[in-house]
């Protein structure tokens, strides 16, 4: 294929490799250039082969994952696809230069074709776990790239007046009183619809509501 994606993978451990190796292998339009087990291997190995996206977990020995990312995002994109939601390593990746920052438990199988895809195309994708971390102009700009033009709705929360959503579900529901489908919701933030679903259950949940209708009605009479 033309729009072929070289993938170089970068993990210290050996079981995670192999799996994330056997996945990718079933992806038709992905390549496997390398795959190793520390980051300084990672550097070399990008600068020699040049591939067009490196997977790099954060704690690896040698050269950890955020020092990596730093000397290969100068090559080709970066994600950190990682277990560690630490939010010092979240903003560190993103300032260092990685596209995007993954937590293993959110990635679902049927997500990361568009999860390599949306990269490549100069996205920026962050778990949502992971998200609130980010550095507010990192924040800012995912916002800007992924969200919908819209006017200003009272729909836009209130700093105390949330019913203690966290910050992806006051944007979800943000987007669900402006009459968004889960499948625009999912395009907007760049996750899978069964994640947005999620989302809106744990929402439905906080606001006390059994129906999107009520969520609705509820979220836009607060004051």
């Given at each position: ?12 451990n050996?079981i995670?490799?192999?799996g994330?190796?056997h ?7 992905v390549?496997?250039?390398?795959s190793?087990e520390n ?10 082969q040049?591939?067009d996206?490196?997977?790099l977990d954060?704690?690896?020995p ?5 020092e ?14 990682t277990h ?5 390593n979240?903003t560190?990746?993103?300032?260092g230069g ?11 199988t ?20 992971a998200?609130s971390?980010l ?11 992924s969200l ?6 009272t729909?836009?929360p ?17 987007l669900v009183?402006?009459g ?6 999912a395009?907007?933030?760049?996750l899978?619809e069964?994640?947005?679903?999620n ?9 006390d509501?059994?129906s999107?209708a ?6 836009l009479?607060?004051?």
């Open positions: 294929m033309n729009d072929q994606i070289r993938v170089l993978i970068a993990d210290d050996s995670v490799r192999m994330l190796e996945l990718l292998s079933t992806v038709d339009f390549q496997i250039i390398g190793v980051g300084a291997l990672a550097v070399e190995v990008a600068n020699a040049k591939p996206l490196c997977l954060v704690r690896m040698v050269m950890n994952g955020i990596a990312a730093h000397e290969i995002s100068q090559v080709c994109k970066v994600l950190m696809l560690s939601e630490d939010a010092e979240v560190a990746a993103m300032a990685a596209s995007g920052y993954v937590i293993y438990d959110e990635l679902e049927e997500y990361l074709q568009h999860t390599l895809r949306s990269v490549m195309a100069g996205a920026m994708i962050v778990s949502p776990s998200s971390a550095l507010p102009q990192h924040s800012e700009q995912n916002s800007n790239r919908p033009s819209r006017p200003e709705t729909g836009n209130t700093a105390n007046d949330n019913f203690g959503l966290s910050k992806r579900e006051v944007e979800v529901m943000g009183a402006d968004l489908s889960n499948r625009q919701i395009d907007a933030f760049f899978s069964k994640t947005v679903k989302h809106i259950n744990r929402i439905f949940s906080k606001m509501v059994s999107r009520e969520a609705v009605s509820v979220w009479k607060r004051t």
